[in-house]
């Protein structure tokens, strides 16, 4: 135990910092490289069995802008404030040998009290579950199954499949929960008026934890081109994220109580983010973008910023866990302030 440990539910991660999925853990090589950082989990590039999601691997492009959406070049620099906009598609692989890969992976990262966790992407129902148990059965120790892609509804029809309907989500969880005792993380849309409900439905369908939340859907004119930038709409992200994402866990912890272990994605580019995640309700976080376009070395930094915070604070990871959403106010408990707003107005 060390002061950065975090429990989620039965597991123990060594710390909060997690490797998200992404096309930087797609290899063997890569996986292991995020691993040698330090970090707690990585989450492997996901598949499921569609032809048509493999497919657009080959139509992936990427993205990075400024704030005021200029293009920066791609050099595994980017400023804090990058924003990355994209298009992705799921592992070419088979599954079999992709399987036995991350067996032989996690293996090696349980000697290193870390895991390497395989993720799915829902596109048919019967198969993803029949796939869960076969996850199981290979022996690794986690499953994150994704039922939000921010690109469903611009894939092939069936392909990705975004779930925005709470009981929907109940009966896809409790579907997977049925077929396997693995812990089960699933991830969701950010993309809902209501992410608490369609966090609570995880909770309800028997899930030990929930990622949230995914990205939204962009659409960004080309100034020179009068064309869409990449050609399509597509995801969009960026530390912008951060707080949008903040919300729905301290209001997914409010409503859902402190025993259901929140994880972050979405927003996160450094270790004071995931302490910023923490402090809204996250036990753990996923770091995607910021690896992608920053590269590994992203991670270890991260667990080095975290941990100068939380021995400055003189406090441990659990004890920060939730001490902003649990101070939350309400509008109405603010102190009355007549003609504060002068003091932010142009003109009064
Ligand atoms: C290039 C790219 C590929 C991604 N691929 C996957 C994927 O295969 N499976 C998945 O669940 N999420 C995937 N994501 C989503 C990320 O894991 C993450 O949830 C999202 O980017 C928000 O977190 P971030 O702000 O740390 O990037 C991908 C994101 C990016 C940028």
């Given at each position: 135990m060390?002061?950065?440990?975090?429990p989620?539910?039965a597991l123990?991660l060594?710390?909060?910092?997690?490797?998200?999925?992404?096309e930087?853990t797609?290899t063997?090589?890569a996986i292991?490289a995020a691993l040698?950082t330090?970090?707690?989990?990585?989450?492997?590039?996901?598949?499921?069995e569609?032809?048509?999601?493999?497919?657009?691997?080959?139509?992936?492009d990427?993205a990075?802008?400024?704030?005021?959406?200029?293009?920066?070049?791609?050099?595994?620099?980017?400023?804090a404030?990058?924003?990355l906009m994209?298009r992705?598609g799921?592992?070419?692989?088979d599954?079999e040998p992709?399987?036995?890969e991350?067996?032989?992976?996690d293996?090696?990262?349980a000697?290193?009290?870390?895991y390497?966790?395989?993720?799915l992407?829902?596109?048919?129902?019967?198969?993803c579950?029949a796939?869960?148990?076969?996850i199981e059965?290979?022996?690794?120790?986690v499953l994150e199954?994704?039922?939000g892609?921010?690109?469903?509804?611009?894939?092939a029809?069936?392909?990705?499949?975004?779930?925005r309907?709470?009981?929907?989500i109940?009966?896809?969880?409790?579907?997977?929960?049925?077929?396997t005792?693995?812990?089960l993380?699933?991830k969701?849309?950010?993309?809902?008026?209501?992410?608490?409900a369609?966090?609570?439905?995880t909770?309800r369908?028997g899930?030990d934890s929930?990622?949230m939340?995914?990205?939204f859907?962009g659409?960004?004119?080309?100034?020179?081109?009068g064309?869409p930038?990449?050609?399509?709409?597509?995801?969009?992200g960026?530390?912008?994220?951060?707080?949008l994402?903040a919300r729905w866990?301290m209001?997914t912890?409010?409503r859902?109580?402190?025993?259901?272990?929140?994880?972050?994605?979405?927003g996160?580019?450094n270790g004071?983010d995931?302490a910023?995640?923490?402090l809204?309700?996250?036990?753990a976080t996923?770091?995607?973008s910021?690896?992608?376009?920053g590269g590994?070395?992203?991670?270890?930094r991260?667990?080095?910023e975290?941990?100068?915070?939380?021995?400055r604070?003189?406090v441990?990871?659990c004890?920060?866990?939730?001490?902003?959403?649990?101070?939350v106010?309400t509008?109405?408990e603010?102190a009355s302030?007549p003609g504060h707003?002068e003091?932010f107005a142009p003109?009064?």
């Amino acid at each position: 135990m060390s002061r950065l440990t975090t429990p989620v539910a039965a597991l123990t991660l060594k710390n909060p910092v997690i490797c998200g999925a992404g096309e930087h853990t797609m290899t063997a090589r890569a996986i292991e490289a995020a691993l040698a950082t330090g970090a707690a989990a990585v989450v492997a590039k996901s598949t499921n069995e569609s032809l048509a999601a493999k497919q657009q691997l080959d139509k992936t492009d990427y993205a990075l802008l400024d704030a005021a959406w200029n293009r920066l070049p791609w050099d595994f620099e980017p400023p804090a404030d990058a924003i990355l906009m994209g298009r992705s598609g799921l592992l070419q692989r088979d599954f079999e040998p992709w399987l036995d890969e991350l067996v032989r992976l996690d293996r090696s990262a349980a000697q290193q009290d870390a895991y390497v966790i395989p993720s799915l992407i829902l596109s048919d129902l019967d198969q993803c579950v029949a796939y869960a148990q076969q996850i199981e059965q290979a022996g690794l120790r986690v499953l994150e199954v994704n039922i939000g892609a921010p690109h469903g509804e611009e894939a092939a029809k069936g392909a990705i499949r975004l779930e925005r309907g709470a009981e929907r989500i109940e009966m896809i969880t409790r579907r997977l929960r049925e077929a396997t005792s693995l812990p089960l993380w699933i991830k969701l849309t950010g993309q809902s008026e209501d992410v608490v409900a369609l966090a609570e439905a995880t909770q309800r369908g028997g899930a030990d934890s929930v990622v949230m939340m995914g990205r939204f859907m962009g659409f960004l004119p080309d100034l020179e081109t009068g064309a869409p930038l990449l050609g399509t709409s597509a995801a969009i992200g960026g530390g912008w994220a951060l707080p949008l994402t903040a919300r729905w866990l301290m209001m997914t912890r409010r409503r859902l109580g402190r025993d259901f272990p929140l994880i972050a994605t979405n927003g996160a580019r450094n270790g004071l983010d995931v302490a910023r995640f923490l402090l809204a309700g996250a036990s753990a976080t996923e770091m995607t973008s910021a690896v992608f376009t920053g590269g590994y070395a992203v991670l270890e930094r991260a667990i080095e910023e975290l941990d100068a915070y939380v021995a400055r604070r003189g406090v441990s990871v659990c004890e920060l866990l939730g001490q902003a959403a649990d101070q939350v106010q309400t509008y109405q408990e603010q102190a009355s302030r007549p003609g504060h707003w002068e003091r932010f107005a142009p003109l009064s």
